[in-house]
């Protein structure tokens, strides 16, 4: 069972990056999967969070209208699509899966290894 994060880099303010998590060895249609980052010194936030279904999708306040979300269960894949991106949204990025979307990252039961953003002013 793995999650596979993908996609981090450098970008410039303003820029775009396109973060993927890729499962093997399970299905990701039955888990709600979340997007946390962890900036140098800080704690774990989460910053979107999909449902199994696809229905709902939560974004944290600092990242709505910026980020957006996405999955596609025939490639067990999700998507987390990230544009104007800022300084401050500089961190390590995970994905995690669990059985709801959940505040608490402490709840999730699998994570990707971490990809990470950097944003240059």
């Known amino acids: 069972v793995q999650l596979q994060a993908s996609g981090g880099g450098l970008v410039q303010a303003g820029g775009s990056l396109r973060l993927s998590c890729a499962a093997s060895?399970?299905?990701?249609?039955?888990?709600?999967i979340g997007w946390f980052r962890q900036a140098p010194g800080k704690e774990r936030e989460g910053v979107s969070c999909?449902?199994?279904?696809?229905?709902?999708?939560y974004y944290a306040d600092s990242v709505k209208g910026r980020f957006t979300f996405s999955r596609d269960n025939a490639k067990n894949t999700v998507y987390l699509q990230m544009n104007g991106l800022k300084p401050e949204d500089t961190a390590v990025y995970y994905c995690?899966?669990?059985?709801?979307?959940?505040?608490?990252?402490?709840?999730?039961?699998?994570w990707g290894q971490g990809t990470l953003v950097t944003v240059s002013s």
């Open positions: 999909v449902s199994s279904s696809g229905g709902s999708t």
């Open positions: 060895g399970f299905t990701l249609d039955y888990y709600a």
């Open positions: 995690a899966a669990h059985r709801i979307c959940e505040t608490d990252y402490h709840m999730y039961d699998y």
